[in-house]
C-alpha cells in the first residue's frame, strides 16, 4: 500500500499518510489570474449584426456554427449581449465549443474569469481537460483556494486519473480536497474504478477506513464490484468472506 489511513474526522472527511511521491506532482502553485477574457482570434464585429438569440435550441445551433466558423466575432458579439441567464447560456456554448476543438485548457480559463460555474461548466470543462493533459489540469485545479469550487474540480480530476493509476488518484482525494459531499463522493468513485482493476488492493484500502457511513459505502460498493465480476466468471471476496 502506497498510504495508511490516520484518521476520518467526525464530519467524516479522510487524512492519509503519504510516504510515496505521486505520479503527477501536486504542489501547490499560484492561481492563474487574469484581468481581462479574450479571444485569440479575429475579434471584428460580425457581418450578421441582424442575429438574435431567443434561448431556442435552433438559435443556440445557429450560434455554435458560428462559433466554428468564426470564434472571435461569436466572443465579442457574446459578451456584449446583455447580463442575463441567455448571455451565460452563449458563453458556456462558446467554451463547450472550444474546448471540443481541441483546447480545452483555453475554455477552462475562460469559463473560469467569466464564472461559468453554477451550471457545473467549469467543472465539465475541466475533466475534458483532465483527460488531455491530466497534469496541467491537476496543477491548476490543486492551485485553487479551498471550498467547494476546488473539491469539484478536483473530484474529476480523480475520476480522470483513477482511470489509469487508482492509488494516486485515492491520495490526491485525501490529501488535496477538503471534507464534504464531493469528497466522499469521490473516494467512492476511485474505489470503484480501484476494485475493477485490482479488487484487492481496493479491499485493502476500503478495510483501513474506520466503522461509519464511507465505510459502509465502500463495502457496498465492493460487494457491487464482487457481483459483477462473479457474473462475468471471476470471484472475489470481501473483508470476513472466503473465496468460492
Known amino acids: 500500500m502506497a498510504f495508511l489511513l490516520a484518521n476520518i474526522a467526525l464530519a467524516g472527511a479522510l487524512h492519509f499518510f503519504s510516504p510515496v511521491k505521486p505520479a503527477i506532482p501536486v504542489a501547490e502553485h499560484e492561481t492563474v489570474k487574469s484581468s481581462a477574457v479574450e479571444m485569440p482570434s479575429n475579434t471584428s464585429i460580425p457581418t450578421r449584426t441582424a442575429f438574435t438569440f431567443d434561448g431556442s435550441s435552433e438559435d443556440l445551433n445557429q450560434f455554435r456554427q458560428w462559433v466554428k466558423k468564426d470564434p472571435g466575432a461569436a466572443w465579442d458579439w457574446a459578451l456584449k449581449q446583455p447580463d442575463n441567464d441567455r448571455r451565460v447560456e452563449l458563453l458556456e ?15 477552462v480559463t475562460l469559463a473560469d474569469n467569466l464564472r461559468l460555474a453554477d451550471h457545473g461548466t467549469l467543472a465539465n470543462l475541466e475533466q475534458q481537460w483532465a483527460e488531455k493533459d491530466l497534469t496541467a489540469a491537476c496543477e491548476w485545479a490543486v492551485a485553487k483556494p479551498a471550498g467547494d469550487e476546488k473539491n469539484e474540480l478536483l473530484e474529476r480530476v480523480a475520476y480522470v486519473w483513477a482511470s489509469a493509476d487508482p492509488e494516486n488518484a485515492a491520495q490526491l482525494v485525501v490529501e488535496k480536497m477538503s471534507p464534504g459531499n464531493a469528497q466522499t463522493e469521490a473516494v467512492i468513485s476511485v474505489l470503484h474504478q480501484w476494485a475493477s482493476r485490482d479488487f484487492k488492493g481496493a479491499m485493502a484500502w476500503a478495510e483501513l477506513f474506520p466503522d461509519g457511513q464511507i465505510r459502509q459505502r465502500a463495502m457496498n460498493e465492493l460487494s457491487g464490484v464482487r457481483e459483477y465480476s462473479l457474473a462475468g466468471g471471476t470471484q472475489e471476496s470481501l473483508p470476513g468472506e472466503s473465496s468460492r
Open 93 to 107: 456554448a462558446m467554451c463547450y465549443e472550444i474546448a471540443q476543438d481541441g483546447d480545452p485548457a483555453r475554455a
